[in-house]
């Protein structure tokens, strides 16, 4: 069975930094791409932040140079790291994967006041 488990986020003023973790089980973890999400209160769903399994990273335009994507594959999970965060930041964030079909972590807030 595959899972992804979302942990890290919470609320924060604007300026700080916040780290998510996702810990991935029941899926060769190495060779998977990984994927950030997130959404925004009657906005759609974005990508944030992705990994391919090489270490190559992309990210949204309005995130470079304030949020990195990392893998560990021996403990099968990614990271996303959030410095220098904006209130526009504040969403709920997802990991996702794409095995066949898509999976996706059951999402964290993250809040950031101004």
């Known amino acids: 069975q595959v899972r992804l488990v979302q942990s890290g986020g919470g609320s924060v003023q604007a300026g700080g930094s916040l780290r998510l973790s996702c810990t991935v089980s029941?899926?060769?973890?190495?060779?998977?791409?990984m994927d950030w999400y997130r959404q925004a209160p009657g906005k759609q769903r974005e990508l944030v932040a992705c990994?391919?399994?090489?270490?190559?990273?992309k990210y949204l335009d309005h995130v470079k140079g304030r949020f990195t994507i990392s893998r560990d594959n021996a403990k099968g999970m990614v990271y996303l790291q959030m410095n220098s965060l904006k209130p526009e930041d504040t969403a709920v964030y997802y990991c996702?994967?794409?095995?066949?079909?898509?999976?996706w972590g059951q999402g964290t807030q993250v809040t950031v006041s101004s």
């Open positions: 029941g899926m060769p973890f190495s060779v998977q791409t």
């Open positions: 996702r994967t794409f095995r066949t079909r898509e999976y």
């Open positions: 990994i391919w399994d090489s270490g190559d990273t």
